[in-house]
């Protein structure tokens, strides 16, 4: 098995994984093309309309970028990596307009585009611009439009949420099965995952959950006819590789990014049993490059085709410091 590594890029990651003022486009653009000289191959950016509440609490004022536009900036700007939304957020858009994006960028990217949708962790999104009902249930009807419309033309649909009828998508897709991931942890996100999707984008497992995960999809799949699709697994976990392991862990418990995670408790992660030190060290990558490198062939042996990182830093530079550290000192392991 030939293990791929991402990076995660600060489109929403402000004030929640990097500090105020971490982002912006010439950012972006640097980390992008960094990215695919090093080898990595993905970029995975996230979506947000609005502030989270705790990040209110704290006074932040964080910059958001929309990553569709995002990645048709950087698509253009880059040639062989894949860019990929981790999430977009499925109840607050329209799934004939995002259809039609995804479209679009698969073409304008030469098929390196992955749409990866989900739940999304802070409910508060979803109510600040006044929408209703159950947010899974809007999801499950959201995923099933985007697949009648990958997969047929004209499309039509009547739900509870969503409906739309005769939808010509043309042009067609570039990419076939176009690659829809679902991110998140819980049960109902594998079942999305086998019902509808090719990937599975899980944050923050251990090699023993992810094993167990992509059975269940395995499983759903069949139920549906759909045992002929590759699933793809790509974890997002968080990164800091140093020669010192006191160092790494220093670092990173010091990060937005565990603040974060704790804050995550509440929703996408709150299954784990604890948001103790350990616990995140345990499921995120940090230490010595030989430790880190231990962790990831557990990954490998478990099924996931890709580990992606929101690398610990402070700016821009610290960001590509540990790039490349990474991709000199782990990477070359791997291939």
Request: with cysteine; charged share 25%; net charge neutral.
């Amino acid at each position: 098995m030939f293990m791929e590594f991402g990076v995660g890029i600060s489109t929403c990651r402000e004030g929640l994984f990097y500090p105020v003022g971490f982002t912006s486009v010439e950012g972006l653009v640097k980390v992008a093309v960094k990215s695919e000289e090093l080898g990595y191959a993905a970029v995975w950016g996230n979506d947000h309309i609005t502030t989270q509440n705790y990040i209110k609490q704290k006074g932040g004022k964080p910059n958001f970028y929309e990553p569709l536009v995002v990645f048709s900036h950087l698509s253009a700007l880059t040639k062989k990596i894949v860019v990929g939304t981790a999430v977009v957020i499925g109840p607050i858009r329209n799934p004939v307009v995002l259809a039609k994006q995804a479209i679009t960028l698969d073409h304008l990217s030469k098929g390196r585009f992955v749409l990866g949708v989900g739940l999304g962790a802070y409910r508060e999104e979803f109510e600040a611009i006044n929408m209703k009902g159950n947010r899974g249930q809007m999801l499950d009807e959201f995923m099933e439009c985007l697949t009648l419309l990958f997969n047929q033309t004209p499309a039509s649909f009547q739900g509870k949420y969503y409906s739309f009828t005769d939808i010509e998508m043309l042009p067609r897709p570039l990419t076939s099965p176009f690659p829809l991931y679902v991110g998140g942890n819980s049960p109902e996100v594998l079942r999305r995952v086998g019902v509808y999707g090719t990937g599975w984008l899980p944050a923050a497992l251990t090699p023993d959950q992810a094993r167990e995960g992509l059975r269940k999809i395995r499983e759903y799949a069949k139920l549906r006819g759909r045992q002929s699709i590759g699933f793809k697994v790509a974890l997002e976990a968080g990164c800091y590789v140093s020669k010192d392991e006191s160092e790494a862990r220093r670092r990173f418990v010091g990060s937005p990014f565990f603040q974060h995670l704790v804050s995550l408790k509440r929703s996408t992660l709150k299954d784990l049993p604890s948001t103790s030190e350990e616990e995140l060290f345990k499921r995120n990558f940090v230490g010595t490059p030989d430790v880190v490198i231990s962790k990831i062939q557990e990954f490998e042996d478990a099924g996931v085709d890709q580990v992606w990182f929101d690398f610990i830093a402070d700016d821009d530079e610290e960001l590509l410091r540990q790039m490349e550290f990474f991709a000199g000192e782990v990477m070359p392991s791997f291939r």
